[in-house]
């Protein structure tokens, strides 16, 4: 009896070492298979409706050797392998002789993709890869999208235009090209236009065009990963740490308060940045605060006016951008641990595991067992 299955966006159809049950005829959608290796999706294949999976099965396999992932919204009908096994036993012996040499030969051959794919990194974004990634889909569009006359810094691209042009002039994947993409509209620096096609008013939406709202970002982001990746000495500026974003984060939102003087700096009473701290982020500012922005290339000056208050001055452009940086990173990081962006996925900042104990310098929860505070970086006793 056939079974008909539907799968979200980023839902496992199976994992490597599941039991194989039956034969899963992909119906629409699509699928990637790969596997997880050092926390990051090997991309082995990708495959869409009328493909088959589970076919191993029909020589003897009993689990499958890889895992399978929805990229989008996927229907699929599940066969019973004994249906299709009976069936063969009905062929004559020649064309019996003929399917079994297929699927050999078949399994010989995702052998050596599945060896290839492991021996290099084959991640969705690999790290020497991330700078030419993101610089494809900057000029791809600096080249082929409409600037918009009324709102400065827009610019809309035809999605096929834009996909033509990647493959033709920089040899890249529209999948690779749609996912990075991705990252940018899930921190809102682009969006996607849905529609159908002329050719097919009656079928699925498709992305039409993509409108982005500042490419200055992505020229950023590229140029910094590409000076950073093969600076020796500095790939730890290219390792995203969520309590240094969530500080950045907070010192661009105070600062937008405040007015930019002619050099693009903003000035901000310490003791008001401290009290703001300590009320929303839960964390008392120390030293080590701005020692750790600092190693990460990020600059502030404290200074003592001539009544004794300390101000804190920074440059907002240089922050917002980092800040953007920074995040882009730790997507990419997710990319490729998942093999997809998940838009859907709402921004927040990861749970610790705590036992109820608190830093006794900035109050900051103390993951379980920890020896230092995350937050501000205090020995913890034991």
């Known amino acids: 009896m056939s079974t008909a299955k539907t799968f979200k966006k980023g839902e496992y159809l199976f994992k490597d070492g599941d039991k194989i049950t039956g034969l899963l005829l992909i119906q629409s959608g699509g699928v990637t298979l790969g596997l997880t290796r050092n926390k990051k999706m090997v991309e082995i294949a990708q495959l869409g409706s009328s493909q088959v999976l589970g076919e191993q099965s029909l020589l003897g396999a009993t689990t499958f050797n890889v895992s399978a992932i929805a990229t989008v919204e996927t229907k699929v009908l599940e066969v019973p392998i004994d249906i299709f096994k009976q069936a063969i036993e009905g062929l004559p012996q020649p064309i019996k002789i003929f399917i079994k040499s297929l699927n050999e030969r078949l399994k010989n051959a995702n052998a050596d993709v599945r060896a ?161 701290f300590k009320a929303e982020a839960r964390i008392t500012l120390l030293p080590d605060h701005f020692s750790r922005l600092e190693n990460k290339g990020i600059f502030a000056k404290r200074a003592t006016r001539a009544d004794g208050s300390v101000v804190l001055q920074y440059e907002l452009k240089e922050y917002k951008t980092t800040s953007y940086i920074w995040r882009m990173l730790r997507e990419i990081e997710k990319w490729n641990e998942r093999g997809f962006v998940d838009l859907t996925e709402e921004d927040s ?34």
């Open 116 to 276: 290839g794919k492991l021996e290099k990194d084959s991640s969705p974004a690999p790290e020497e890869q991330i700078a030419r990634i993101f610089g494809t889909v900057f000029h791809c569009a600096r080249q082929k999208g409409v600037k918009d006359e009324k709102n400065q810094g827009r610019i809309t691209v035809d999605w096929l235009s834009m996909k033509q042009y990647a493959q033709r002039v920089f040899g890249d994947s529209p999948k690779r090209m749609e996912q990075a993409i991705c990252v940018l509209v899930k921190l809102k620096i682009a969006q996607f236009e849905m529609g159908r096609p002329p050719d097919d008013p009656e079928g699925a939406e498709q992305i039409m065009k993509v409108h982005f709202f500042d490419l200055a970002i992505v020229e950023s982001f590229f140029e910094f990963y590409q000076y950073h990746y093969f600076k020796n000495g500095k790939s730890e500026i290219l390792k995203p740490e969520e309590n240094v974003i969530l500080l950045l984060n907070h010192l661009v939102k105070l600062g937008e308060t405040v007015p930019i003087d002619r050099f693009g700096l903003v000035t901000l009473d310490y003791t008001k940045v401290s009290e703001y």
């Open 349 to 382: 900042k990861p749970k610790k595991k705590t036992d109820g104990s608190s830093c006794p310098a900035c109050s900051a929860e103390l993951a379980t067992g920890s020896k230092f505070c995350s937050d501000c970086g205090l020995k913890i006793a034991a």
